[in-house]
Each structure stands twice: as C-alpha cells, then as structure tokens.
C-alpha cells in the first residue's frame, strides 16, 4: 500500500490516488479515441475532448456526491472539496453527471455518432474502472471487510496517509472491482461483434455495472466512508444501483425494440 508515491518535500507529494486517476483517464480516452476514430471516422481530436470533458465532469459528480454523503466533514472546510488527490470520490455521482450531460450533448453533436459512441465509452469507462480502483487499492480505500482464511486477503500496513484497517486481513475489494472492469469490457466486446447495433452495449453496460456493483459491496468494510442504510443492511451504492439498472434495461429494450422497427442505426 502507498498513498503517497513520491514524497518529494514536506509541501510537495505525489499521491497514488490521484496518479491513479489520471492513467486510468489516460488509458480509457486513447482507447476511445483510437477505436471512434477508426470504426465511426469521428474525429480524433473531437473524441479526445468529449473524454476530456467526461473526466471532469465526472469528477465534479462523484466528489459533489462524496460530499452530500460526508456532509458533516466538509461543512467545516469547504475548500476541502477540492482536494480530489487525496481521495473522496463516490463513482455513481460521476456517473449520474456524466450520463445526465451525454443526454443533452451527444444529440446536439450528431458527427459524434451518438448510440454508437455512447457503446465505445461504456468500453472506455470499463477500462478506467479497471485501472482507477488500483488508485483505491494503493490509497487504502474502499476496503473490504475480514477475511482471515482466504487466501488472497490483503493486510494493510498502519499508514497516517491511509483510511484502511490496519494489520488485519480484508477482502481486497478495490481488486474485486478492476477485476469487474475488466470482464465487463471483455463481456462487451465480445457482445458488440455478435450484435453490432448501436445502444445496446451502453445499456448492457448498465445493468451488468449495476449487478457486479451490488455483490462486490457485499464484502465492502468501509460503512462510514460509502455510507450504509435501514441499519446497515444496504449500501448507498447498492441502493444507487437500482436505478442505474432498470435504466440499462430501459435503455437496452428500447434500441433493440427500435432495431427490429427501423433496422440497425
């Protein structure tokens, strides 16, 4: 584990966390860029700056969100919201922003292919969620709860920087989600050769998110930093999750139902 990758300086450190979301922005814009570029012929540079766009929008959302749940913490410094690097960020608030400005942008752009890039960046949003959660991993974030006999628990090491608990063997949830990242974007591959139609992958995207989202919670030990409900039975992000859900159902049902009307768009 290390929060803190270089500590150049008493003043100067560069944090894993936000090192972490960068790369993962890095690596899921260029994969957009190239694959939009080549499959729809949609400008390169137009791409990279929706991504762009995406990243901080995103951002906004998930800390907005982070700090309604952490209402309390933030309340007595409100700079603090700013303070991205070191960590606070709730991903169905980025979410939430992102789909929400899609809608309205993407229409009113029609050279961006709409449908059609809105399944090249559910491919891309899984490749950030596969490198980003190392940023989580690293930082000692969104921990798992204990698990002394399995075999690959992780033991954080006692760290000031870091929120985890110490010496004591956890689910390595973060892992749990890159590796969720990863078979979503394999899954959506693989579906996006046999049904090339454009919409369904971005609302197969959201179901399976939202199903993968609400098991892995199961092991999550965070309850303060993620928020907990009626007794801590449920999550926020598993509450958060249904939603997200029946919006891929709706979202995949109606361009398969437009499919079989009208023919492939």
Request: proline share 5%; hydrophobic share 50%.
């Amino acid at each position: 584990m290390y929060p803190v990758l270089f500590d150049i300086s008493e003043k100067i450190k560069i944090y894993s966390f936000g090192t972490f979301i960068v790369l993962a922005f890095l690596v899921a814009a260029f994969y957009v860029r190239r694959r939009a570029t080549r499959t729809l012929q949609v400008d390169a540079a137009e791409t990279f700056n929706l991504c762009f766009a995406l990243l901080f929008i995103g951002l906004g959302g998930a800390r907005l969100l982070y700090a309604i749940i952490k209402y309390d913490d933030f309340s007595t410094d409100k700079m603090k919201i700013f303070q991205v690097w070191q960590g606070g960020l709730v991903w169905y608030g980025g979410l939430f922003v992102c789909l929400m400005w899609l809608a309205w942008y993407l229409p009113r752009h029609p050279n961006l292919k709409g449908w059609a890039m809105a399944d090249i960046l559910a491919l891309g949003t899984c490749l950030a969620i596969f490198v980003g959660r190392w940023a989580s991993f690293l930082s000692g974030e969104n921990y798992g709860t204990p698990a002394a006999d399995l075999p690959w628990a992780v033991t954080f090491p006692p760290d000031p920087n870091s929120q985890a608990v110490f010496n004591q063997a956890l689910h390595p949830t973060q892992l749990y989600h890159s590796l969720h990242g990863l078979i979503l974007f394999g899954l959506l591959v693989w579906f996006m050769r046999r049904a090339p139609h454009s919409g369904r992958a971005a609302g197969l995207f959201l179901i399976l998110y939202a199903i993968g989202r609400s098991i892995i919670e199961i092991w999550r030990g965070d309850d303060a930093a993620r928020g907990v409900l009626f007794d801590g039975y449920i999550s926020t992000s598993q509450l958060l999750s249904v939603p997200v859900f029946f919006l891929g159902v709706a979202i995949y049902m109606s361009r398969k139902a437009r499919e079989q009307e009208f023919g492939p768009s």
